[in-house]
């Protein structure tokens, strides 16, 4: 079974500052998807960035982009110029190859932006 | 733009009674998903459907718990016998499908059980 570890529970940053949220995980797959989610307070799940694990080149999406490691089994986020809006709960999620057993969530990273 | 949709978004029930929520995944998206999440955790992955195919329910949590895709497009979670400890949220989500896997969650239906 795999296993997906935040060990921050809980973050918080200045406005336009960078933060990075850390992310493991376990698995003896050796293909499988990476992804980080935002949950918005009272909203849904937003999917914010994701990794296929037999591309080396790490994903970015404007200010959000990922440090894959994957021999480390890990997979960090970091956010670029924080903003308000940027406040959430974060989950790195885990997926195997065709997805048939869904995705694995970690217990999510709190990210507060501050004014 | 006709992303997930769940329905309720809110079901209040007392314990013993039978509930069933709704999903409508993205149009054309062939895989659905069904998840609970209880507060401070992340979700939990329940079962999963490609079409009206149920390719893995064992992680349903007790046989109180069924879900269908009778057409291979809306989905519904039965959860039988209510208990207080089922009161959490039930997510759903679909998926393009083969090449394409990144899933995409609808609003949730918060279930409490009284």
């Known amino acids: 079974a795999q296993t997906v570890t935040q060990s921050q529970p809980e973050m918080s940053v200045q406005e336009a500052e960078t933060v990075t949220l850390s992310c493991t995980y376990d698995?003896?797959?050796?293909?499988?998807?990476l992804f980080w989610y935002k949950q918005p307070p009272s909203r849904q799940m937003i999917l914010v960035i994701r990794q296929e694990a037999y591309k080396q080149q790490n994903a970015t999406e404007n200010r959000f982009s990922v440090n894959f490691q994957k021999a480390a089994k890990s997979f960090s986020l970091k956010i670029s110029d924080s903003q308000l809006g940027d406040t959430a709960m974060y989950f790195c999620?885990?997926?195997?190859?065709?997805?048939?057993?869904?995705?694995?969530f970690g217990k999510g990273t709190h990210l507060i932006i501050q004014p | 733009d006709t992303g997930v949709s769940q329905d309720p978004r809110h079901k209040i029930t007392k314990r013993g009674q039978n509930v069933t929520f709704r999903c409508d995944p993205i149009s054309e998206h062939n895989r659905l998903y069904w998840y609970r999440q209880t507060l401070g955790q992340g979700p939990e992955f329940l079962t999963y459907f490609q079409n009206e195919a149920q390719l893995e329910k064992s992680r349903l949590l007790s046989d109180r718990f069924s879900a269908e895709r009778p057409k291979g497009s809306f989905s519904t979670l039965e959860i039988q016998r209510t208990e207080q400890g089922d009161s959490a949220m039930y997510l759903c989500?679909?998926?393009?499908?083969?090449?394409?896997?990144?899933?995409?969650f609808g609003p949730g239906t918060r279930l409490t059980v009284t």
């Open positions: 999620a885990f997926m195997k190859h065709r997805g048939a057993d869904g995705l694995t």
């Open positions: 698995t003896s797959e050796n293909n499988y998807y």
């Open positions: 989500a679909s998926s393009p499908g083969e090449g394409s896997y990144e899933q995409y």
